[in-house]
């Protein structure tokens, strides 16, 4: 059994596992890294126990075999291997010797018997651009609540249907959705946002296609050389579409990142312990304020308004800044009233849509 | 009480005092930023007890006076001001108005009675090029000691004398000095390791000298607009001249840089304990290896040694890559014997030396 592989694709494949490979564990085998050398090139597994992940590189194989070698170690010797190329080679189950330059290691390594079997589950018929899916999670990410009240909210919820695709979270106080227009079978899932964080991590820059599968509680995303296999959540978020609003008495455009950067700026000002800041939206003018402890900050904006010539909102500046974050050029605010939820949206992205409830005044 | 600042000017002084101020502290008023209006300029000072700094910037300032402003509140705003310019209006001891662009704040102050005075003292007659002295505690700041046992090793020690400036840190288990040609008055200090760091951050980059004086257990650097003063440490290091060899039986030359990689490498396989790594001379190579619980690694580097044929000498790998740090191009290594110290030398800094203990065979 040996393996003849570039350092740089044998290290970029270490990068994609390395996250959720646990360093210790309760069950120490899982912080081994499973090696399978077989005619399709080399493949490494992992799993954290929500994520399980195989990779498959090319490279040059002699021998078809099953080892698992200790992941942190091997990922350091990898990393820092002088030669372009990496030589591995196996003596039998319990040694694997290591070549690069000038560089030779001997490591300990143990048979396959007592790691966990990853099944990842044949691909399904419907197929997605991986880095569209990273895309539409990472946009409403923020918005998912990272407490322990309402626990289905610390997931992000994925609505397929036959028009589109939608990633949704929310903690309850605020909600960000994202559409990509998509023909799909219907149906909802949760991921945990960790794992969540952990596809777009993945395919964020992939090129291509993966196909969904979703079975027995678990979403299989299968790419060119990359398996994927994610513990979903149980049950789904309760009916969000009624803190929607529908209706509104102000409409404000200005550019996102003006209006995040002042909001940054006067929020440092703002009470420690709700960071609030008020938006008086009069005429054409937005007055940022806040007040705090320190002092007070003020901030003039100019804006494009239409419907009530004036109107005081506050909000946790916080929530605002998060919900801006994913707009690029212009944003449009609007306003169902003082204490009713507000509705943020991208000009030049229709797929984005967030919901900011308002402090009371 | 007025001052007209460029914002870049303001928040480059305010970076140099915004790391030892602190956020939090027994005593409140500790975490204020006193300024000082005068015709010199804008004047800002700050301590954490065992460093005091004061920084004099170029500003257009109207009036004269003293008031404390909240410093983390202050840095976060001038950070993020919109402007190239900042205005602050002083409204008497209690308000500080800052203006930049269209943002406008107006910051809680208070009077600066109860803020400890920060003496500096007069400047002595002594000048050092102050990159000079922050880069000779720059080589020698990793081999200082972070152990309560022998406190004295926690500090760098600073030896002047007619012909030189001689940095020294040393935890008992190495050493490093770095040797300045200079014309000084003869004297021994030892600065806290910490507050050399401050000493290095805040002079590494600056032009032009720095002026020196030492009284009542204190430091004191002048620079044209930075006044720094720093508590020294009680007694001097133990007589360390007796651990430095003196008489070889084996010299070793070879890239400093290829070494330490090499080190590197192989310490990944190496015992988490001791990290001991075995360093084999042998004739014009230089064999190198290591053996832990995961394995083994090896590697062998080309060298030009004199003196006997052969040695095998083991190090704790992470003392070698220290010393080998400061090195640039070229490293001699001189061998005492396999278990007494060697010395290691920048062969193109002739002021830098380092002395390891090896490890027990």
Not at 74 to 86: K, M, N, T
Not at 172 to 196: E, F, H, N
Not at 304 to 332: C, H, K, T, W
Request: net charge negative; charged share 25%; with cysteine.
């Amino acid at each position: 059994m040996e393996v003849r592989i570039p350092k740089r694709t044998l290290a970029e494949g270490l990068s994609i596992l390395e996250r959720i490979i646990p360093s210790r564990s309760s069950n120490p085998i899982l912080t081994y890294l499973p090696m399978e050398l077989s005619d399709q090139g080399l493949i490494l597994r992992g799993t954290n126990g929500e994520v399980d992940i195989e990779v498959k590189l090319p490279a040059e194989v002699q021998g078809t075999g099953q080892v698992l070698v200790p992941a942190q170690t091997f990922v350091q010797i990898v990393r820092s291997a002088p030669g372009e190329l990496v030589e591995l080679i196996f003596g039998g189950k319990e040694r694997l010797e290591l070549h690069s330059g000038a560089f030779n290691t001997q490591l300990a390594t143990t048979g396959p018997d007592g790691y966990p079997e990853l099944s990842f589950g044949p691909p399904g018929p419907e197929k997605i651009a991986a880095s569209r899916l990273a895309q539409a999670i990472t946009r409403v990410r923020y918005a998912a609540s990272t407490e322990e009240f309402r626990a289905i909210f610390r997931g992000v919820q994925i609505e397929m249907s036959p028009t589109s695709l939608r990633a949704v979270a929310s903690d309850g106080y605020r909600l960000a959705c994202y559409d990509l227009p998509m023909q799909l079978q219907t149906r909802k899932l949760v991921i945990p946002a960790r794992s969540a964080d952990e596809i777009v991590r993945v395919f964020k820059d992939a090129q291509g296609e993966v196909a969904l599968a979703v079975a027995e509680g678990t979403l299989t995303l299968v790419g060119e050389a990359v398996r994927m296999s994610v513990k979903l959540m149980e049950g789904e978020f309760p009916d969000y579409g009624r803190v929607i609003p529908q209706s509104f008495v102000l409409e404000a455009t200005l550019q996102a990142e003006a209006l995040r950067e002042s909001l940054k700026r006067v929020a440092v000002l703002s009470d420690r312990n709700n960071h609030r800041v008020n938006l008086l939206f009069n005429h054409n003018k937005l007055d940022i304020d806040a007040e705090g402890d320190y002092g007070r900050g003020r901030e003039e904006l100019g804006i494009e308004a239409s419907g009530e010539p004036q109107l005081m909102v506050a909000y946790n500046a916080q929530f605002l800044i998060d919900a801006l974050a994913p707009i690029e050029g212009a944003v449009r605010i609007k306003l169902s009233g003082p204490t009713s939820p507000s509705l943020v949206q991208a000009v030049e992205d229709s797929g984005y849509l967030a919901v900011v409830v308002p402090l009371r005044v």
